[in-house]
């Protein structure tokens, strides 16, 4: 059988997602955290843990915000507590996503791999 649409727990994940990114602008008064981005959550099935995807425009102080986030999070997810209801509340963890960063570069590169071909003289 086929599924249609979202299943309940992309439904979950993506507000997860967007709770906890409200959450982090408006609740969290870490300095270190700083200005992120979450791009996506994966929840496992029984919703026990929750792989939060963080994205970062200054990469160079990466290892700050992992610490100020992965020291937040049992207080973020308390107030996740508060807004969403659901048997389990999903423990989470921060991961880095550096796909932005990847696709900045390989954008890059196809930009200057152009510049090249334009450059060069045809036959």
Do not use: C, W
């Amino acid at each position: 059988m086929k599924k249609k649409g979202f299943q309940r727990s992309d439904r979950v994940a993506e507000q997860v997602r967007r709770d906890l990114a409200d959450l982090i602008r408006t609740e969290l008064k870490d300095p270190r955290v700083g200005m992120i981005s979450l791009t996506a959550v994966e929840l496992t099935p029984d919703y026990a843990h929750a792989k939060v995807f963080f994205a970062t425009l200054n990469s160079e102080h990466l290892e700050e915000v992992e610490r100020g986030l992965k020291r937040a999070a049992g207080f973020l997810r308390r107030e996740l507590g508060k807004r969403i209801h659901i048997h389990t509340l999903p423990e989470l963890h921060f991961v880095y996503d550096s796909s932005i960063e990847r696709g900045a570069s390989l954008s890059l590169l196809i930009d200057q791999a152009n510049a090249l071909s334009d450059q060069t003289p045809e036959e």
